[in-house]
């Protein structure tokens, strides 16, 4: 090797002086290894290796000491690259101490000249602080971001344009990567765009956090959240907002199920009341309106009292309703029943009226059912108002589907579900309550589903309609199984 003509020329070869002056100065380590000896270490190179530079440049110091293990092999083929001139780029290693220590560097090497013949020039960087830092800054992000997955709270960052920029969770029925860039309203309900907003606005101009609910909702569904609306800073500057919300769905729906009950109980003991107040007047009035009609002589007057009857007898009709929907009487003549038989004999009873109506009628009976302990007449009216309903929400025809299944919990579940107009949001709260009716004046008096609600209760049962105004309504009524009913003696369904 040291026979062969240098390959570089003089010029190349840095000024002595002036090489190590910078050299010393250094804060990399620097050195020069001609034929697998140091020829020449830096300041650096001594005070982080830990080895004089007599130590260095003794003739037996083996270089590959400086070297880590699992990089020798590495560092062997890079000295041959040299070698054949070519060049090498520069890589991660990790270098020796003295005393055993592993720091990790970044080494770059060249072909140099030195004193007459090639040589090594290595500048080592030491990274070991940087790669630290990495690595904190690595498991703080980690645990971020565990803690966020985890958190039970659905957490989303967005930005000044109220774009989502960040999200925890899957907003339900949507996917993160579908959420994360659109605007956070397209998650919301309407009603809660305005103060979800204003809680966002407030946020970026630094003032107080604030606390809200806010409805969201995806494809038609409904969620409630109480929601933390906060600024997330950076120094001075507000750059996103940070909303923390918690699911409150299910004690939101109980809430409104319970206020709903306790409505429904007081409105019952009102219409009792009235209904009672009514009742004795009323049929003392229609007694007489009889007695005088029996003895009318001009036809006129006569007419007359036949309409006064004919009114005072469509007031008892709603008297009665109020009593019916107010009844107290928990198990009046109840017996086993077949809920095909119950629904059967109903549907006979309509039969004539859907068919000029234009509904068609399907019927889906899960078989065998177990037997219910009920008041077959009262279950019937049940029916006959719910199937009622239906018919008139389809005044120009369509599809009644009444479907029967096992629902956990013992209970027997029909639904009648129709093709109909539908209810308006708005009116859904409303529909069981007495003389809530969307029906003309005369036609409707709004008794037929607080009647059904009062019935199905005091069966221990539910009822409940799932509807959006244009897409038909579904009207699920659950009963519970007669005890030892369970399925016996009734394959016949
Ligand atoms: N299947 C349905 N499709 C559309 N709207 C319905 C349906 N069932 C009930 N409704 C709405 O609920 C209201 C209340 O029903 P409810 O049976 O209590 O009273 P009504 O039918 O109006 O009068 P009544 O039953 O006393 O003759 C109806 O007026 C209607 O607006
Ligand atoms: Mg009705």
Redesign the pocket.
């Known amino acids: 090797m040291s026979g062969r003509k240098n390959p570089l020329s003089a010029a190349q070869a840095p000024a002595a002086d002036t090489f190590k002056i910078l050299a010393e100065e250094s804060p990399n380590v620097i050195f020069i290894n001609k034929m697998g000896s140091v020829v020449y270490a830096n300041k650096k190179a001594v005070d982080l290796m830990g080895y004089s530079r007599e130590e260095f440049y003794a003739p037996d110091f083996d270089f590959m000491s400086l070297v880590a293990p699992e990089f020798h092999a590495r560092t062997r083929r890079n000295l041959k690259m040299h070698m054949r001139g070519r060049e090498v780029p520069p890589f991660e290693y990790a270098i020796m101490t003295k005393d055993g220590r592993k720091i990790e560097a970044i080494i770059a090497t060249k072909l140099v000249a030195y004193e007459g013949g090639a040589a090594i020039l290595g500048v080592v960087t030491d990274v070991s602080r940087l790669k630290r830092a990495e690595a904190q800054l690595r498991r703080s992000e980690e645990r971020w971001r565990s803690l966020l997955e985890q958190s039970v709270s659905h957490i989303t960052i967005v930005g000044p344009d109220e774009r989502i920029e960040f999200m925890n969770r899957r907003p339900s029925g949507r996917d993160v990567r579908e959420a994360v860039g659109r605007p956070i309203c397209e998650f919301m309900a309407p009603e809660s765009h305005p103060a979800l907003r204003a809680a966002i606005r407030r946020a970026f101009m630094g003032r107080e956090p604030s606390t809200l609910e806010l409805i969201a909702e995806v494809k038609g569904r409904r969620w409630w959240f109480q929601t933390h609306v906060g600024p997330i800073c950076d120094g001075d500057s507000v750059h996103s907002v940070v909303l923390s919300s918690v699911d409150i769905t299910d004690a939101k729906k109980a809430e409104d199920g319970l206020r709903q009950a306790q409505k429904l109980a007081s409105l019952g003991r009102l219409s009792a009341g009235l209904a009672h107040e009514i009742n004795n007047p009323l049929s003392a009035l229609s007694g007489e309106v009889q007695m005088v009609l029996e003895r009318a002589r001009d036809p006129k007057l006569a007419a007359s009292l036949r309409f006064m009857g004919r009114v005072s007898s469509r007031i008892e009709n709603i008297v009665k ?1 109020l009593l019916e929907f107010s009844r107290q009487d928990p198990a009046a003549d109840r017996q086993p029943v077949r809920i095909h038989d119950v629904l059967e004999r109903t549907l006979k009873l309509v039969e004539r009226r859907m068919r000029l109506a234009g509904i068609r009628v399907v019927q889906r009976y899960g078989r065998p059912m177990p037997l219910l302990h009920a008041n077959r007449g009262q279950l019937e009216q049940v029916f006959m ?2 199937i ?3 018919r ?3 005044p120009g025809g369509g599809v009644l589907t009444v479907s029967t299944r096992k629902a956990p919990g013992g209970f027997v579940e029909v639904a ?1 579900s ?1 093709t ?4 308006a949001r708005e ?1 859904l709260d ?3 309550e ?1 003389f ?4 003309d004046p005369g ?10 609600h009062g019935i199905v209760s005091r069966h221990g049962g539910t009822i409940r ?1 799932s ?1 959006e105004a244009g897409r ?2 579904r ?1 699920f009524v659950r009963l519970p199984v007669a005890h030892g009913g369970n399925g016996k003696g009734n394959g016949k369904g």
Request: hydrophobic residues 40%; without cysteine.
């Open positions: 309703g108002n719910v009622l309903n239906s008139d929400a389809m009648v129709d109909g107009a539908g209810i009116h409303h529909v069981f007495p809530f009716s969307t029906k036609r409707g008096t709004g008794l037929g589903l607080p009647i059904s309609i509807s038909g309504a009207v």
